[in-house]
């Protein structure tokens, strides 16, 4: 092997050197601010109420209810479907609230990885993590009703 050739593969050894330290920093400072969003997701909790005011329901940050009040009056003041049917409405809008609440708590942190360079950028003939990340993000949507 001569100077020439030894000098090529230095060169693209400092280069992927280079930018494995740039991926790890990003890394770095992504494990710093994951704290700060599972706090925040663990906090989250969206507070959703019936059309006519006879129930509330709260619904944590994974979607799930964790609460549902009905009001002292409320069968006085509808009927027991008509109460189930603003129920569900309220679930059904609490979950979106909170789905919409959780995707703006994780934007900044997705848009850092969507700026990392990805495996098959690095080393040729590796994985995307992002069109893995895609197929996986199709099957996280909520079932449309």
Known sequence: MDKWERDQIRSANDGLRAMLDSIEGDFERE????DEVQRKLAALKVRATTPNNLGKVTVNGSGMVTEI???DDA??????????????????GGMDAAMQARARILEPL?????????????MPGMPSMRE??????????????
């Open 110 to 122: 997705e848009s850092m990885v969507d700026r990392m360079a990805d495996l098959d950028e690095i």
């Open 69 to 71: 009040t009905i009001a």
């Open 132 to 145: 893995l990340r895609g197929r996986f993000a199709e099957y996280q949507e909520p079932p449309q009703q």
């Open 31 to 34: 494990l710093g601010e994951l």
């Open 75 to 92: 069968f006085r003041r509808s009927t027991p479907r008509q109460l189930s049917e603003d129920l569900n409405a309220a679930i059904r």
